[in-house]
């Protein structure tokens, strides 16, 4: 395997297999509806990383890639909802990054049901909770990212 | 169309409207062809034209070494002349400060992987509906044929050549799609042959090649390959003008103009656009409030 | 009396071979491509000479990306680990007389101020078998530096197809008699090669030219349609510059080292901005000047083997052979 990924014992089998999330969260929207979850108790999945950056319009699509690369069952991309952009547009551009993107990806075969992006406020705690729930039940179900993690170890 | 040629060049370096013209001669091993930079109206017999012109001349016009050369005319067929277009809507060149000479091309021959030249055409000539090179200042050739062309090509444009192969590929499982690529990107030597041909990767230092903190990582191994070619695709979503150059340049024999074509298509599908066309701005680094957002919860 | 192989016979010792754990490399075909792997099954090889192949072998003993050793952090302590030995049998079968040929002209190289440990084991559990060829095409030039079509230097065994579903064998070293021992039988059937390809240029003259004309204007313009791609050095089997790097993160990662190529630009980009060798003229007549007059004053043979592997996968029609032309017809013959 590679020196990054440090998937634990038994996650190359479904069986006992915790899923691992990396989530790419904008600064001004998701990352307070995350925070927002956390003061509300609102309790979901430890499976979750959250990596947050300024703006959707910063989050390079090579990230997602990377996040693969260190491991990631599944890559959640999320910021604030159109219009709201702290920085007016970062958003809008993103929105449009992101829709070329998902089909380059899925010309390569990588599993585009293991990308999810969302539009989620600083008042959506309640959404980050019950997205992110569903993602990890849902990565559960589809086990690790074998593709990706035995090219990794080819490497 | 060759004496046409010649001798359109000729009138341009004599009339020093430039100093030098870049086209095709027979430079090769056997005369094989590619580029030639004449400088001066007494070299115009070293130009030719023929199905193997295949190079993207394109390339050579934000080479610092061809600048250095003066003022300069260009040799294009209609998908180079797109690229030349690009290239201006992109400020990185002075459209008004190039001459670029068109010439109506019926379609260019793949190399065979021997080098030598094959019988068949490049698949983007399959489905080309653009046989006339448009935004030029010197078109040379029948546009009648052309038009001729365009049309005899048009009903399948959008099932033949490249977009065939590309149907292909999409109609597998994603998983067999992800082992087509591994097999493809195993022989990627990370040469970088794709991008040195490509007119449109013009970055002084590509973020390929960025150590300050590693974008990507430089080697060839599988992730390294991934990562590349994924980046390299991406950074031409809606500037690519589906020459093949990357294709054809690279010694591994990788489809790479398959990734490209996913996303000309996609520009196409989802944004209605086309790149190439003058004074047009770039898909990506702008946005419209009415693009989808299908994919997003 | 010669000693003959049938090509199943050939089939049933690499298979040997695989069964006792050994790898074996051979040409692949993928449409008209032709590509050196290491394969588990002799069906998927082709047992064919010929001149054009997409890769040359130095990959199997000089790989485009290894790992030199490993690090962890521990505590204050880092943890190197060294890269795992090279402990296979590898059989390399299929070689053209230019690729197997580039192997004695590195190997001193690799064994110069330091040895070099990866090259080395490869190459001493390495058993090269080498088609000769029986066709040559025009970008071929093995003659004009000494090579030929049945050129045996970095063979240890060289096969000659005599059409007929069998080959002649001639074992050159100790190891290429090992590989064959009790599987051939006596004939009196002898192979031949083709026609040395024909080079009408004087490569010593032009190496004379280009120690005298380092700062010739005709590397400017010769070099005008390379792009800078490097494809040239890649598919060339003496090509050997490479870049290390530590890759992974600050806890732990490994240094490896990965192919590279003096055509770009960055190859010799200084951290100060300045570029020694800022246009392709210049890296172009590095790339010369290395291998006809660098590597010859060095290691005593030139770094080319007249293979033209990088003519035929250069995009730009470009590559040694149409350089040397070049050279010869606007320097060499033009100073007469």
């Known amino acids: 395997m590679s020196s990054e990924t440090t998937a634990g014992a038994g996650a190359n089998s479904s069986a006992g297999f915790e899923p691992k999330i990396v989530a790419f969260v904008c600064n001004w929207c998701t990352y307070l509806g995350a925070d927002l979850a956390g003061t509300n108790r609102l309790e979901y999945p430890a499976n979750v990383r959250i990596i947050r950056l300024p703006c959707t319009g910063r989050i390079d699509f090579n990230l997602v890639v990377k996040a693969f690369e260190v491991g990631a069952d599944a890559v959640l991309v999320s910021g604030c909802h159109p219009g709201d952009c702290h920085y007016t547009a970062g958003n809008f551009h993103a929105r449009r990054r992101w829709k070329l993107f998902r089909e380059l990806l899925d010309t390569v075969g990588i599993d585009t049901n293991r990308i999810y992006f969302s539009w989620i406020s600083a008042a959506e705690g309640a959404k980050f909770q019950s997205l992110v729930t569903e993602i990890v039940e849902k990565t559960r179900a589809m086990g690790p990212y074998q593709d990706y993690r035995s090219l990794v170890a080819e490497s | 169309m060759e004496t046409e040629l010649r001798n359109a060049i000729r009138k341009l370096l004599e009339e020093k409207t430039v100093d030098v013209a870049i086209g095709y001669g027979r430079v090769g091993v056997g005369g094989a062809v590619g580029a030639v930079f004449v400088t001066s109206p007494d ?81 983007k000539c399959a489905s080309c509906v653009e046989h006339a090179p448009k935004n030029v200042d010197v078109l040379i050739g029948d546009e009648a044929k052309a038009a001729e062309l365009d049309a005899k090509n048009a009903p399948t444009a959008a099932t033949s050549g490249n977009q065939a192969k590309l149907a292909k590929l999409r109609a597998m499982t994603s998983e067999e799609r992800f082992q087509y690529w591994r097999g493809e990107f195993s022989r990627c030597v990370r040469c970088y042959a794709c991008r040195q041909s490509c007119p449109l990767c013009y970055c002084n230092r590509c973020v390929a090649d960025k150590n300050r903190p590693t974008r990507i990582e430089t080697s060839a191994s599988m992730k390294g390959v991934f990562a590349w070619n994924l980046l390299r695709a991406f950074h031409l979503a809606g500037r690519c003008v589906s020459c093949g150059s990357c294709a054809a340049a690279c010694p591994a024999g990788i489809e790479l103009d398959l990734l490209n074509l996913t996303l000309v298509n996609a520009a196409k599908e989802h944004f209605n656009y086309v790149a190439g066309e003058p004074g047009v701005p770039p898909l990506i680094g702008t946005y419209s409030l009415d693009d989808e957002e299908d994919f997003i919860r | 009396m010669s000693q003959i192989i049938t090509l199943e016979q050939l089939k049933h010792t690499l298979k040997e071979k695989l069964a006792s754990g050994a790898r074996v490399v051979a040409p692949v075909l993928d449409g008209d491509m032709a590509t050196f792997k290491p394969i588990t099954n002799v069906e998927k090889a082709s047992f064919e000479p010929r001149a054009c192949m997409q890769n040359s072998i130095k990959e199997f003993f000089f790989p485009k990306h290894e790992t030199l050793f490993s690090f962890v952090r521990q505590g204050n302590d880092v943890l190197l680990t060294d890269a795992a030995d090279f402990d296979v049998e590898q059989i390399v079968v299929g070689a053209r007389p230019c690729d197997a040929a580039a192997l004695p002209i590195l190997d001193p190289l690799f064994a110069w101020d330091y040895q070099d440990r990866f090259y080395q084991e490869r190459r001493a559990k390495t058993t090269v078998v080498t088609f000769a060829c029986n066709k040559s095409d025009a970008h071929c030039f093995c003659s004009a530096v000494g090579g030929a079509p049945d050129n045996t230097s970095g063979s240890d065994a060289i096969l000659f197809d005599l059409g007929d579903g069998s080959f002649e064998v001639r074992a050159v070293t100790d190891k290429g008699t090992a590989l064959f021992a009790g599987k051939t039988s006596e004939s009196d059937k002898t192979g031949a090669a083709c026609e040395p390809p024909k080079a009408d240029f004087d490569v010593n003259s032009i190496a004379a030219w280009i120690r005298e004309n380092f700062s010739s204007p005709l590397w400017e313009k010769v070099s005008l349609r390379c792009v800078g791609c490097g494809a040239c050095a890649f598919v060339c089997p003496t090509c ?26 960055m190859f010799t980009l200084h951290a100060s901005g300045h570029n020694p060798r800022g246009t392709q003229g210049k890296r172009q007549r590095q790339r010369l000047a290395h291998k006809f007059v660098i590597y010859p004053d060095k290691f005593k043979s030139f770094l080319c083997t007249g293979c033209g592997s990088c003519s035929r996968s250069c995009g730009q029609m470009f590559g040694v052979r149409p350089c040397l032309e070049a050279l010869d017809k606007q320097g060499v013959k033009a100073q007469q």
């Open chain 3, 240 to 265: 050997h510059c490479f870049d290390m790097v530590d890759e992974g993160s600050y806890n732990k990662g490994k240094r490896v080292r990965n192919w590279d190529s003096c055509q770009e630009a």
């Open chain 2, 43 to 123: 070299e115009v017999d070293q130009l030719v034209w023929n199905n193997e012109c295949r190079q993207n001349l394109a390339v050579h016009l934000t080479r610092p070494e061809i600048k250095a050369l003066g003022k300069i005319a260009i040799v294009v067929k209609a998908c180079d002349a797109r690229a030349v277009v690009v290239l201006a809507n992109e400020s990185q060149i002075k459209r008004e400060e190039i001459v670029v000479v068109g010439v109506v091309c019926e379609g260019v021959v793949k190399a065979r992987f021997d080098g030598s030249n094959g019988e068949q055409f490049f698949e």
